[in-house]
């Protein structure tokens, strides 16, 4: 399993210290930004969300102000399913329920405990559609699928 690790501006700071906590658990390869000047956030979810996508065994985070706009853009990569997380059911739901493989924070709207305590649980849930009792979660997912081939083109 690969942990990609990614922020704008409004992020970099969260980034640096998700890392300084969860960094020896998980080892994250991060990309970027490596300085606190104003970026477009777009310019890196597409970055992270297209590793992760082309990786099935990766999992990624992304930080911007709200997590929104990282997530909007996640999703347009057909196999990202980005999931803003924001309390500890989000992002629990977002693994066994959704299979996310990215996960999206907020840095001006959750505190730096928070944001740990999401992330390592995020990080550490699995995907409940390998088994059978999950198995309406896996028929959901392949729909998005689906979905995917028929729009993304
Ligand atoms: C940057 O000011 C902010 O708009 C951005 O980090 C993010 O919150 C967008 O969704």
């Keep these: 399993m690969r942990y990609y690790i990614a922020s704008d501006h409004a992020g970099f700071g969260l980034k ?24 477009d956030y777009p310019d890196i979810a597409i970055k992270l969300a297209k590793r992760v996508a082309k990786e099935p065994e990766s999992i990624g985070t992304l930080i911007c102000g709200t997590g929104i706009g990282m997530s909007i853009v996640a999703n347009k990569v057909p196999g990202a399913r980005a999931a803003v997380i924001y309390d500890g059911f989000t992002a629990k739901m977002a693994r066994q329920h959704n299979n996310a493989n990215i996960a999206c924070l907020g840095a001006r709207n959750i505190s730096e405990q928070m944001a740990l305590l999401l992330v390592r649980t995020f990080l550490s849930t ?16 392949r729909k998005i699928g689906k979905i995917e081939e028929q729009h993304f083109k």
């Design 126 to 141: 699995t995907f409940l559609g390998k088994g059978k009792p999950g198995e309406r979660h896996l028929q959901r997912v």
């Design 16 to 39: 640096n210290r998700l890392k300084l906590g969860l960094g020896r658990e998980y080892g994250f390869t991060d990309l970027g930004v490596f300085v606190a000047e104003r970026i």
